[in-house]
């Protein structure tokens, strides 16, 4: 494979020409780093809207009673924010960090199949617009109008034609279904990617635990998104040729739904948390100055959970009266999964424990990322303890466990890797100043949004339910909870600003502002479209701490 | 970044590994039959669910509809496992660039996998027209339209890709360099059979021996 940079007149290459070819330039590119920037932008501009959606919940919520929204409007936007949390957010800004770091980090050149990653961006994007557009287009021939209001897990019979007319069901369900095939796309993409493309050297077992993180991810998005296509063509095929799955009048079972969905849904959530595991597992070694601790039980543990988070999907349904020997198995696997989990959590505190720690915005938000996801972590455990999630299911207490693991786990580490990676992808540095600000408001904000639903859910506040009497004690709670939205809202606000802000007046960042150690850090910032000339050769898991320290190369040790 | 090059070739290369063999297609569509399995499983664990382990009597037709059916949903599917065995010859035919015995036998191919289609078509008609079983008459129609006519589908996208690459040899397009693009496209096709055997152990002998 021999590439001629001199002689190859690539897209940066071209001079400035009007806004319209620079569109088409970003349009019509099958670049890996171009293609991972557009998702992560994409995902980021759903993550605002999905952001407004929940501002929408919680200034319902803000005190009892309050009629400001209709129970109709406050159900698709509950719906519509999780949904979009989920497909449009999580999974594409995830996949774009990946889309740009795997094929850096392994020393090669692109994706396996540029052009499929391309058609997976397109798809996804166009699957997002399909969803969104249903909050103008989905009358129907009833004039049932509106975005879909059954919930991002859309259980049926809700789901059926008796109970949501109009079309706001079927975009749902298209929305998601072709998004699924765009993700679908990039898992395949990645895994290929990262078996068959890695520099000479690259063993498995040198790889970045960034990159193996996303090895596993598009394994559970191969296996887990076709279950979702395969469930959502069911309850399409039951809304347009009256077929029987899900509609208990016919003899279908709503509980298929339920296990088909979940089955999907769990791994899904661990497609969401395995990427933020390897970021973090990057960040950290290189703001303590110290080796990761425990490579190989870091690897072991990402497989165990990947494996694990095929079996314990039930622990969504305990309340839907499953035999006692069910549930019983689902949640001695949902504890049991908590070992492993466990073993990362470890493994990270032993990589900073003795550390010459630098406290830079990266490193905030994985320290963040530790802390919360803990607090997360262990809420997991006690709602996988049956009789307790009896108590507390579909209460506020869900709600609060699960944006400690997805907000204050996913999220602060993807503002953890924007902070890291900004550098290399645009070659300015993020303000440290803005990024502290950004931090500190989201940190408190998040607490104070979600510790107090713990309480209110506890007292026996139910989600999805509009509104709230004024008698029951919850008002404190509630108003905590939109306080600290308020403050998440303004921390938001100081990171678009330092992006807009540092875009074009960040200090220049250089191909390593970091002193790390991936192979990212080699090439320039931002890197040609080539990556590299020539291909490096790795012989440790630090290939640039080799570069920087001939006289004590990790290879000696490993 | 000169640093991170092979200086001393001889020196890297044991420690360095050696080269990456696999092959991206044949990754590529492994991690793709693992998806397109997990598709399936959908619709075959709602048939075994409904059909074969609840037995849902919803006052429609119910299985017997296709027991009746006959010997033409046995003999098509030896005809369809045989067109694995005919698909292995053709691609060794290839690979080897003897191009007449590759277009016999991918010809072959065609003409059982095309026999398949036929008796799944037939059958259908008997079911649709003479019947009158669809998908919303029954949670047999629902569960047997929609696992069946997924796998049919399949077939036809691994029938349609099979038959471009007979029209693709026929013109001279299709050199013995591209024999691993040909064996690729061939797992496709051993995955749409093994589905087949999955869909028909499920649908045409697990109710009867039940």
């Known amino acids: 494979m021999t590439v001629r940079p001199q002689s190859t007149k690539t897209e940066t290459d071209t001079a400035p020409a009007g806004v319209l070819s620079r569109v088409h330039e970003w349009v019509t590119t099958v670049d890996h780093k171009r293609l991972g920037i557009m998702y992560i932008m994409a995902g980021l501009l759903f993550f605002m809207i999905g952001g407004i959606e929940a501002g929408v919940i919680r200034y319902q919520l803000s005190y009892p009673a309050n009629p400001a929204i209709d129970p109709v409007t406050f159900n698709q936007m509950f719906t519509m924010h999780g949904t979009t949390m989920v497909f449009l957010v999580g999974m594409p800004v995830l996949l774009g960090f990946g889309n740009y770091l795997v094929p850096l980090m392994i020393g090669t050149r692109d994706m396996a199949f540029p052009r499929l990653n391309s058609w997976g961006f397109w798809v996804f994007l166009f699957g997002g617009l399909l969803l969104y557009y249903s909050f103008i287009g989905s009358s129907g021939l009833y004039g049932d109008a509106g975005a879909p209001d059954v919930g991002w897990f859309a259980y049926s019979p809700l789901t059926s034609r008796a109970f949501s007319r109009g079309n706001s069901v079927d975009y749902w369900t298209l929305g998601i279904l072709v998004s699924g095939f765009g993700s679908m796309a990039t898992g395949i993409n990645l895994v290929v990617t990262i078996l068959c493309l890695r520099c000479r050297g690259m063993k498995l077992m040198r790889m970045p635990i960034m990159v193996w993180s996303m090895l596993i991810t598009g394994f559970l998005v191969i296996v887990a998104l076709p279950v979702l296509t395969g469930v959502q063509v069911m309850l399409l095929f039951d809304r347009f040729l009256g077929a029987h799955f899900f509609d208990p009048q016919l003899e279908g079972s709503v509980l298929l739904w339920q296990h088909l969905f979940w089955f999907f849904g769990h791994p899904e959530v661990y497609i969401l948390i395995l990427p933020a595991f390897g970021f973090i597992s990057e960040i950290v070694p290189v703001f303590s100055r110290k080796v990761i601790f425990g490579y190989n039980m870091m690897v072991i543990a990402l497989l165990w959970i990947a494996f694990q988070s095929l079996g314990v999907w039930a622990h969504h349904m305990f309340a839907v009266g499953l035999p006692p020997s069910l549930n019983a198995f689902f949640a001695a696997s949902t504890l049991l999964i908590a070992v492993p989990t466990g073993i990362k959590i470890f493994n990270w505190l032993g990589t900073i424990w003795g550390g010459r720690i630098i406290y830079a915005t990266p490193m905030l938000f994985a320290l963040g990322f530790v802390g919360l996801f803990v607090i997360g972590g262990l809420t997991g455990i006690m709602l996988a303890t049956v009789p307790f999630d009896w108590d507390v299911s579909d209460s506020y207490f869900v709600v609060g466990h699960f944006h400690y693991v997805l907000f204050g786990g996913t999220l602060f580490a993807i503002f953890g890797a924007i902070y890291y990676w900004f550098p290399k992808m645009t070659g300015r540095m993020l303000s440290e100043r803005l990024g502290r600000w950004h931090f500190w408001m989201l940190f408190v904000g998040m607490n104070l949004t979600f510790g107090p639903m713990h309480v209110s859910g506890i007292l026996g506040m139910p989600r999805r339910i509009y509104t709230y009497a004024p008698e029951r004690g919850l008002d404190i709670w509630n108003q905590m909870t939109t306080v600290g939205y308020a403050i998440q809202f303004i921390g938001i606000l100081f990171f678009i600003w330092n992006v807009i802000h540092s875009l074009r007046k960040g200090r220049r960042a250089g191909s390593d502002p970091w002193d790390a150690w991936t192979l990212e850090w080699a090439t320039s910032s931002p890197p040609p479209a080539w990556n590299y000339h020539p291909l490096p050769v790795v012989k440790s898991r630090r290939p640039l701490w080799d570069a920087k320290h001939p006289e004590d190369p990790d290879s000696e040790y490993e | ?210």
């Open chain 2, 1 to 210: 970044m000169t640093e991170l090059t092979a200086t001393h070739h001889a020196a890297t290369t044991r420690d360095a590994g050696e080269p990456q063999h696999l092959s991206r297609g044949k990754v590529g569509i492994s991690c793709l039959i693992i998806t397109e399995s997990f598709f399936f499983m959908c619709f075959i664990v709602a048939y075994l669910y409904y059909i074969v382990i609840l037995q849902v009597d919803d006052g429609g037709p119910d299985p017997s509809v296709i027991f009746r059916a006959d010997i033409m949903v046995y003999i098509a599917s030896v005809t369809l496992l045989s067109s694995s065995v005919t698909v292995v010859l053709a691609a060794r035919a290839l690979a080897a660039g003897r191009h007449g015995r590759f277009r016999a036998w991918l010809a072959t191919t065609l003409a059982l996998g095309g026999f398949f289609l036929l008796a799944t078509v037939l059958e259908w008609k008997h079911l649709i027209g003479d019947l009158g079983v669809w998908m919303d008459t029954s949670s047999f129609g629902t569960c047997f339209f929609s696992l069946v006519g997924f796998h049919a589908l399949h077939v036809v996208i691994g029938l349609s890709a099979l038959g471009l690459c007979l029209l693709l040899s026929l013109r001279g397009h299709l050199p013995q360099a591209q024999a691993e693009r040909f064996e690729i496209l061939s797992w496709y096709w051993h995955f749409v059979d093994v589905v087949w055997i999955f869909v028909f152990t499920s649908v045409y002998l697990l109710r009867v021996y039940i």
